[in-house]
Structures are given as C-alpha cells and as structure tokens.
C-alpha cells in the first residue's frame, strides 16, 4: 500500500523547487550570457554612474547577492525540515536524524565512523556558506579593456608607385621645398633630433608635430586614429605634399564589425590604440675619421669676406666664408660653404663663437650600382671643438612599428625592419635631402643648432665638463647617432604628412596603388561583465537543493 503525501507537503516541496529552479536558471543564463557574447557592458550613462558612485555599487551588489543567498538558504532549510518531519514516521537512526538537524541548522557533524553523512554535511555546509561569494562573484561587474578589431589604409611610401609619384613632384618642384615647408623642416627636424639625442641619456622626449604628440621621436609614421590625428586645419595653395606646412591628415581607419553585431561597444571612459603601421628609422653609426684615412679626407678652408671696424653694437662687424670639401670616395667629393660672423679683424671669439659644418655624401653603392645609405661628414671648431672629425653612416629601414595611442601621446615600437631597395631611390634622395637641409641650417652665423644640441645634453647627463680632455666621445657620437636617427625618422613623417593632407588627392581618397594595409586594436576601458574571469567558476557551483519527498536518508544534495 502507498503512502500518501499530505497536499499541503506537495504544494510547499513543490514551490521550494520551483523557486531553487528559478535562482539557478537566473545565475546560468546571466553566466551564460556572458560566456556566448564574451564581454558585457551596461549603457555610458549608467557605466558612468557606477564609476562616479563605486560605493554605492558595491553595496547595492552585495545587497542583491545576499539577499539570493538567504532566500536560497531558508528555501533549503525549511525543505530538509519538512523533510525531516515526513521521514520521522519511519523508524530512524538517532545518526540519520542528527544529520538532519545539522543540515536543518547549517551545520555539520563529525563521525568518522559515518563517512558518507560526515561529507554530506561538510559539503552542504560549504556550499551554503559560498552562496554569498558565488552571487557576488557572478554579478559585481569589474573595469576591462573591451578589444575590438580596427583595419584601414595609410599611404605605402615604400613601393614603385610612389616612387613614380614622387619623382613626379621632383620634377614639378625643380626638386625643391617650397614656402612655408622650410620653416617647418629646420624647426622641427631639428626637433625631432633633439628629442631622440636626449631622451637617449635620460631627458624628457615628447615632441610635437601638426598637432599630434610622439613620445621621443616619430618612428617615421603619421597618426592613423582620428582622435589623435592632431591639426584639424586646410592647407593652402601649395600647402600640399612637398610644400606641406600643416594640415589635416586623412585618417582612413574604423572598426570591423564583430561577431556578435547585436551588442555594440560602449564609448566608454578612454579608448587606447595599438596599430601595426608602416615607419622609417635608420641605423647610424659614428666615428672618427683617422688622419691616414683617404677615404671621407676632411678639409675645411675659409675666406675672410667682409670686415667693418666702425660697426655699431647690434650690427655685423665681418663675415667669413667657409668652403667645407668632403671626399666622398669613387672619385667623388661635396663642398657646403657656411658663412660665419667674425670681429673686424676677421677673428671668432673661441668661448662665444661655433662652427659645427657638416656634408652629406651619397652612398657608398650596392651590387645593383644604386644607393641604399649616405654619410655625414662632420668636425666642431671654437667652442664646439669637442667634436673631432667625424663620419656617420646612416642606413635608413623600412620598418613596421606597433603604434601606441594613449593619453594623448603617440608611442612607437620597431616590429621589423628592412633595408631600402632600388625602387626606394626616390624616398632615399628626399631622406638625404632633409638630413642635408638640416646640416646647412642649423648653422647660423655664431652658433649650430647641433653642436647647442650635444654641448647641452652632455652637460645635462654627466658630471664632468664636455670640454675636459675634449670630452667622453663615445658619449657624443651616440648623442650624435640620435640625432641624426631623429631627423631620419621626421624627413619620412614630414612626407606621409604632405601625401595624406587633406586636397593631396581627389576626394582626400589615397589611390588603390599607393595604399597600405592598416590593422591594429582599440581597446575601450570600460565596466561591465567579460568571460575571462575564471573566478565565475565558483559562482556556478550548483547550491543545495531540496531533499526528495520519498527519500530514505534525510536529505541529498545535487
């Protein structure tokens, strides 16, 4: 004969389970939610809100989640009474029935002789007591970085199709930069050279360019993310491409819709970048030219030009005119003249007067008779005579940089490099050309914006006077080396820049052929919910459920 169960025990058995049912289906489909999109993230005003208010948040979460746990324990404590008082009208044990008690009271007992109920209690004692955390854990949402895929195009400087292009503005210019682009070539170039040279030794190196902020130095690219595109400015007449003087750059870059295109990002609190773009550096190395070697044989002669004995202060007294000839080797030599102020008599002043001249040679040539590098002649005299004769070998690289957009500053980091090729000639004699720009006018009448430059950052680095025993050399040819590397690196911007300013092409579009592949990551800071927390692990665990009605021991746990 069965045994009938009294309705009112069914209606309340049936009612924990359901509410039990409910809890875990709750916890599961938010758990799995998260799991299937990956990352979460409630609406900018609210995300706002709960940054704003962390507090706040923390204890509204900890509200809902104990409030889910003590419903879940009571829910569970009222069945194993119920349960308990329907298997006392069967005979009992006194162990079975203590079990039951602990388990009606959220505790435990321990008999090693009762293995199976001592875990049994142990392992529903520490589910109950984890319900908290579990809640919690699942539901308090935590700040992330939200990725999301971004891809674009940048002007590809490094192919045959610029190359075409480029000698095709040569020949429009006359091979010449024109108006406002020479102010913005000997300023910021040297710039740029200044910032590399320095932060070598520890000096702070931001420099700015069209409005876009790199720290140290370009790496020879141009902002691919509007946000830090800088300038937002026309160009004028002939403000575009080699006489680029600012600008707006075409920015050709946005995100790849994702896989789950029903759940858009938020703007969230700050988005960063990291893009694998084109860029330009070199490798330079200085040294000194030995008085036996025939090869890069300096000299440096001059002419007194122009003396006045009665000129007034504030005016030029003389001027001398210096013919620097440089050989270059392959029977080949350059000549830079420079134009120095002296006193009537045709004297520099030693402490207060330098003269830092420099020429730039071409080669030496590869095995296809083409250039693929140059070289910087240089000698200090007067109060730069710490810098001996020197050569510098410059190798410009094609590289592919990881730019790093965040906080405003622009930074960079070389990936891979290449040397130049023949189809490069072009892009190689622009280089060359604004590292020769650069040597001729940073030389002024009294002064070398390059000599400044290494004289400073020595004195700024070390403890000891530039001028002692002409100074620690391996030190100024590295400073040397980074300036240089800087400059290099502007000349390459300075030419994105002009071939990407807004009126460059029609329809500010960049031509199939002269397009490079852009890709890369933004990552928006956000709160929210995302999948990689392995500590929602233990926010699944499932919590007790109610023991059934016919069972014999006092209760089970699933």
Not at 8 to 19: A, V
Not at 501 to 523: C, E, H, K, Q, W
Request: hydrophobic content about 40%; aromatic content about 10%; overall charge negative.
């Amino acid at each position: 004969m069965m045994l009938r169960v009294p309705a009112h025990f069914l209606f309340h058995h049936t009612f924990i389970i359901t509410s039990q049912v409910i809890f875990l289906a709750f916890g599961y489909a938010f758990l799995g939610t998260v799991l299937y999109y990956g990352y979460l993230s409630p609406s900018d005003q609210v995300a706002n809100l709960w940054k704003q208010h962390p507090e706040d948040l923390t204890m509204v979460v900890t509200l809902i989640a104990t409030v889910l746990s003590v419903t879940t324990t009571t829910l569970f404590t009222i069945s194993i009474k119920k349960a308990l008082r329907h298997r006392m009208s069967d005979p009992i044990s006194l162990v079975q029935l203590s079990t039951g008690v602990a388990l009606a009271k959220g505790s435990i007992i321990l008999r090693p002789e009762y293995l199976r109920l001592t875990t049994l209690t142990l392992l529903v004692f520490g589910l109950l007591r984890l319900l908290t955390a579990g809640w919690t854990t699942l539901l308090t949402p935590t700040y992330f970085l939200w990725p999301v895929d971004m891809q674009g195009s940048e002007l590809d400087i490094t192919g045959t199709g610029f190359a075409a292009l480029l000698s095709a503005e040569y020949q429009y210019q006359g091979l010449a930069i024109q108006d406002n682009s020479f102010e913005v070539l000997d300023i910021a170039g040297m710039l740029s050279g200044v910032s590399a040279a320095g932060f070598t030794f520890g000096l702070p190196g931001t420099f700015n360019f069209n409005g876009a902020k790199y720290n140290v130095s370009t790496q020879g690219i141009v902002p691919t993310i509007e946000s830090f595109s800088g300038s937002d400015g026309v160009p004028g007449f002939n403000g575009t491409r080699l006489g680029f003087s600012g600008g707006n750059v075409t920015v050709n870059v946005g995100p790849i819709p994702g896989e789950h295109t029903k759940v858009s990002p938020p703007q969230g609190f700050s988005r960063n970048y990291s893009m694998l773009q084109q860029g330009l550096t070199a490798n330079v190395s200085c040294r000194a030219i030995g008085s036996s070697q025939s090869l890069y044989n300096w000299n440096a002669s001059n002419t007194f030009l122009y003396g006045n004995a009665a000129a007034s202060n504030g005016s030029i007294p003389g001027l001398r005119l210096w013919n620097t000839t440089a050989n270059c080797g392959n029977n080949s030599s350059m000549t830079q003249e420079y134009v120095t102020m002296v006193d009537a008599s045709g004297n520099e002043n030693p402490l207060g007067s330098g003269f830092l001249p420099s020429v730039v040679c071409p080669g030496p040539m590869n095995a296809d008779q083409t250039y693929t590098n140059f070289t910087i002649l240089s000698q200090g005299f007067y109060k730069y005579r710490f810098l001996q004769a020197t050569v510098c070998e410059v190798v410009p690289l094609l590289t592919t940089v990881r730019a790093k957009y965040s906080g405003n500053l622009i930074s960079s980091e070389v990936i891979s490099s290449a040397p130049f090729q023949p189809e490069n000639t072009q892009l190689l004699s622009f280089v060359t050309g604004v590292a020769r720009f650069q040597s001729v006018n940073s030389q002024g009448l009294v002064s070398s914006a390059i000599g400044d430059t290494l004289y400073s950052i020595y004195s700024s680095t070390t403890n000891t006077s530039i001028d002692d025993n002409l100074g620690n050399q391996t030190q100024v040819y590295k400073e040397l080396e980074e300036y240089w590397r800087g400059v290099v690196e502007f000349s390459a911007t300075f030419l994105r820049s002009g071939f990407m300013v807004v009126g460059s092409f029609p329809d500010d579009r960049i031509p199939d052929n002269l397009a490079s592949t852009v890709n890369g990551t933004m990552y928006i800071s956000t709160i929210g919910w995302t999948r990689q927390s392995a500590t929602y692990l233990l926010a699944i665990l499932p919590s007790p459920s109610p023991p059934s009605s016919h069972s014999s021991a006092p209760c089970i746990v699933s």
